[in-house]
């Protein structure tokens, strides 16, 4: 058993031996990776990374194709030339009643109405209402609150029953870009007690739908789909779950997740679905299977109105940078709507853990790369073709309908690379060495001041300094009896005063020991280095004999040096009696000499 264990051990040390570099390699890689991956964690936690995240979220929408225009939709557009060829400005209620029936003559699905109406424009107020009453399939917009009394919102037109009513908000992300939709909400509680008239999209206690999603669950009502909304309040169209979009999914971190928000899918940045003309349809020059079971907006499409949206294709546009509000509810409606008719994914995401390890796993890449290469160019283009990898598996989840991390990784294989290959320059120029010797010497002082207290500490607890402090108590009696007798002779009283040993002849004898001791140990160690050089050998006994000689002139060496100090502490202590004694008795001759 026992040739076995040294067997298992020697295995063991030539192991340890063999990979001991590999360990040291992967420990100074992982211990990067993580310090680089909790330092990323953190930073996007704070949200720093958010802008970066989105500006690749909106890169990687513009590099993805144009899918065709969803024939479900037709999307009729008040542009700047119809206001002019109507000469009318507000459109006044009574063209948009006209609009509204001749569409309705064509047997749309639903048609949305992306106008307000709250209150009278231009003439034909009571054919507008009469209209709106009368259909089924007109869904009518109002604006929500934001809960300041300044900004009441906007009521839906008159006589409009609520479950053909959506509000038309939308929220924007910081810079004013659409990525998110809402699909149902309650409205925020107006501050204070004001005058503010109460409607149905400032009231607290409704849930409201949004435009776009009535106009999607009218349509479907049509396929036999209805809404359900399960135990986790998530909304389900059919067998497709439309995820609520949390504050911290994707690159979003802590963001207004208010309500039942989705991402929105764009569909196309050019056309969305067909478009024509207000007065197309008012002249009758559209056909009716363009609008037959259709889904029909009306809307502005002009800048005039303000009813436009920075979107992820605004960028580096000099002109079309907005998108028109009606363009945007369509783009909402056929992604719901190609979601659950057509299978076409909704945006998911992964859970916060599998974003670490994600992180991590590109973090530990770029440290191996960093200490495996050398040469920097050669360094630098494998690094250079690991980004666009780390790009490009990023876009091709983008493309399936995932949003997954991408700077981040990217910032971790740059970071964690560097921080390898900075650190392995910083060793080679020798400033980590001289930082380590410089703590070491830190150090060193500090264990040295330690052992010298501990052997202050040790000095003082032992019995021979016990035996000097009772002896020294014995002379300040004897003091005080010597000063009642006032003695005139110092000689007297230190011939009165107890004797002390006399070992200040041991100690010169033990110190000359001690040197005879130190020559003879210098000789034999140096006849010993002479033997051990010399190319002929030494008998195994010989050295066995000279080695226990030495250990025996070691211990005597020793023994020689411990008498010593204790002659050297008994020499000082005597010295010190003998000075207070005299100090004393020259106090007592002056203060004599004072009385006389």
Not at 520 to 537: I, L, M
Not at 541 to 551: H, L, P, V, W, Y
Request: glycine share 6%; with cysteine.
């Amino acid at each position: 058993m026992s040739t076995i264990s040294n067997k298992i051990r020697s295995a063991t040390a030539q192991l340890s031996q063999m990979y001991k570099p590999s360990l040291a390699f992967a420990r100074s890689v992982l211990i990067a990776s993580a310090a680089v991956t909790l330092s990323l964690m953190g930073a996007r936690q704070l949200g720093i990374l958010e802008p970066v995240e989105l500006s690749a979220y909106d890169q990687m929408l513009r590099w993805r194709s144009d899918e065709t225009p969803d024939s479900r939709l037709l999307v009729v557009g008040i542009t700047e030339a119809d206001i002019q060829k109507l000469n009318q400005w507000p459109i006044s209620d009574r063209k948009i009643a006209e609009i509204l029936q001749k569409l309705e003559k064509m047997q749309p699905a639903v048609i949305g109405l992306d106008v307000l109406r709250d209150v009278p424009l231009g003439d034909g107020r009571q054919e507008l209402t009469k209209v709106l009453q009368k259909s089924d399939r007109i869904i009518g917009v109002c604006l929500v609150t934001d809960g300041s009394p300044d900004n009441p919102g906007s009521p839906p037109p008159p006589g409009m029953p609520t479950n053909r009513v959506g509000f038309a908000d939308f929220g924007v992300d910081p810079g004013g870009i659409l990525r998110r939709a809402l699909l149902f909400m309650k409205p925020p509680t107006i501050e204070g007690k004001s005058s503010v008239e109460k409607h149905l999209c400032n009231d607290s206690s409704q849930v409201l739908f949004s435009f776009n999603l009535q106009l999607a669950l009218r349509y479907l009502q049509g396929q036999k789909i209805s809404p359900k909304l399960a135990a986790d309040q998530s909304l389900w169209l059919g067998k497709t779950q439309l995820k609520k979009l949390e504050s911290n999914d994707g690159g979003y971190r802590n963001a207004d997740a208010r309500g039942y928000q989705i991402l929105i899918n764009y569909r196309s940045r050019l056309q969305v679905a067909n478009q024509v003309r207000i007065t197309d349809v008012l002249e009758g020059k559209i056909e009716p299977d363009l609008v037959k079971d259709k889904i029909v907006l009306i809307g502005y499409t002009t800048e005039t109105v303000k009813d436009f949206f920075y979107t992820p294709y605004s960028a580096r546009k000099q002109s079309n940078q907005f998108m028109p509000g009606i363009v945007a509810h369509a783009q909402v409606v056929s992604q719901i709507l190609s979601a659950v008719l057509d299978n076409r994914p909704m945006f998911w995401f992964w859970p916060e853990w599998a974003e670490i390890l994600w992180i991590s796993a590109w973090s530990i890449l770029g440290g191996t790369l960093a200490s495996r290469m050398a040469h920097p160019v050669r360094l630098a283009l494998t690094f250079g073709a690991i980004l666009s990898g780390c790009c490009a598996i990023g876009f091709g989840i983008f493309l399936l309908g995932g949003w997954v991390p991408v700077a981040a990784p990217a910032l971790a294989l740059i970071l964690t690379g560097g921080s390898i290959v900075s650190a392995d320059r910083f060793n080679k120029a020798g400033y980590g060495k001289a930082i380590s010797d410089r703590v070491k010497q830190v150090f060193k002082i500090e264990i040295d001041q330690a052992k010298k207290e501990q052997q202050v500490a040790e000095i003082t607890e032992s019995d021979f300094f016990k035996e000097l402090q009772q002896k020294k108590d014995k002379l300040r009696i004897s003091k005080k009896e010597s000063s009642e007798k006032a003695p005139s002779d110092p000689q007297e009283i230190i011939a009165s005063s107890p004797e002390l040993p006399n070992v200040e002849s041991q100690t010169d004898e033990y110190l000359n020991q001690l040197q005879e001791k130190a020559k003879q140990q210098k000789q034999r160690a140096a006849v010993t280095e002479s033997e051990s050089a010399s190319p002929t050998g030494v008998p195994n006994d010989t050295r066995c004999g000279a080695s226990s000689a030495e250990t025996k002139h070691d211990d005597e060496f020793s023994d020689l040096q411990t008498k010593a100090k204790q002659m050297r502490q008994r020499k000082d202590a005597q010295k010190m009696i003998k000075d207070e004694k005299i100090d004393s008795l020259t106090d007592k001759e002056d203060l004599g000499g004072k009385e006389e």
